[in-house]
């Protein structure tokens, strides 16, 4: 048999290394009629997340961060573009995404326990497994003991803790996290946000998320992606070159403070953009 020229294993070798991303966004627009007028909410918007990665998307209120996100969950078609998963288009909503919100979607008739293992028992696990699947998560944001109380017996940040360990319970591939911590006192948020990553630096899970908070979106990602204002679309990334795992007091350092500057300078631009597109329109 003939050996192959160099170039050419070369060129193999190039394509075999190249890494697929775990999520890809794919030059995503949407728009949408509120009050007579066409509304841009998203423009040409691309960006990658690789697999175990923590992503934080960053921008001004408006500026589209949700609408990725839903678009991604499937809960929302995108005007133009695509959005694959595993290298797999997005069509629909599907248990390969995993998605926590801002307000919280506990369900209050159904215990701790019972809300964990809601999404196992629709997939037809049986009830030691799911049982199992429950305890670890329990264990694992810390509410050993809670799983028999009903939601309405926990603070705010109890039940996100529930929220994301029902989310983590279906094994997702991704973690989509829509401004989690948002309606958290900051002193429940700084914990929260240690919690998350723990658990993160535990489940390996893929996460993206949104946040309007530079300290957390810094804090908390691999990578920020900085939105531009409506229509959004990125305007830059920004990679943090901050050892894992990470502790509060990193938020004092100087890398930090450097990278705090540098994005607060860009959404202080875009923030601006937004408010006089408010003004000069004359609806919000």
């Given at each position: 048999m003939t050996a192959?020229?160099?170039e050419y294993l070369q060129l193999i070798d190039g394509y075999a290394s190249k890494?697929?991303?775990k999520l890809r966004v794919h030059h995503v627009s949407k728009t949408f009629e509120q009050k007579g007028h066409t509304i841009t909410a998203l423009r040409d918007t691309s960006f990658d997340v690789q697999d175990g990665e923590f992503v934080t998307i960053l921008g001004p209120s408006g500026c589209g961060k949700s609408t990725i996100l839903k678009i991604i969950a499937g809960l929302t078609e995108p005007s133009s573009g695509h959005v694959k998963l595993n290298n797999h288009q997005i069509k629909g909503p599907g248990s390969d995404r995993g998605m926590v919100f801002q307000a919280y979607t506990l369900f209050p008739w159904l215990t701790v326990g019972q809300n964990i293992a809601f999404g196992l028992q629709l997939k037809g696990i049986p009830k030691k497994e799911r049982d199992d699947i429950v305890a670890h998560y329990l264990e694992l944001i810390g509410l050993n003991g809670f799983g028999n109380m009903?939601?309405?017996n926990l603070?705010?940040?109890?039940?996100?803790?529930?929220?994301?360990a029902r989310a983590l319970a279906n094994d997702p591939e991704i973690l989509l996290m829509d401004e989690p911590f948002?309606?958290?006192d900051a002193q429940t948020r700084t914990v929260m946000q240690e919690l998350l990553l723990s658990v993160w630096e535990k489940s390996?899970?893929?996460i993206l998320f949104v946040t309007h908070d530079i300290d957390e979106a810094i804090f908390m990602g691999d990578r920020v992606y900085v939105m531009t204002a409506r229509p959004g679309c990125l305007k830059a990334e920004i990679a943090v070159p901050i050892p894992r795992p990470r502790e509060f007091s990193v938020k004092t350092s100087s890398t930090f403070m450097r990278l705090k500057t540098e994005i607060l300078d860009l959404i202080r631009e875009e923030s601006w953009k937004a408010a006089s597109e408010v003004a000069t329109s004359g609806w919000a």
């Open positions: 192959m020229p160099k890494k697929v991303p009903y939601p309405s603070s705010g940040g109890m039940k996100q803790r529930v929220a994301i948002g309606a958290l390996q899970k893929t």
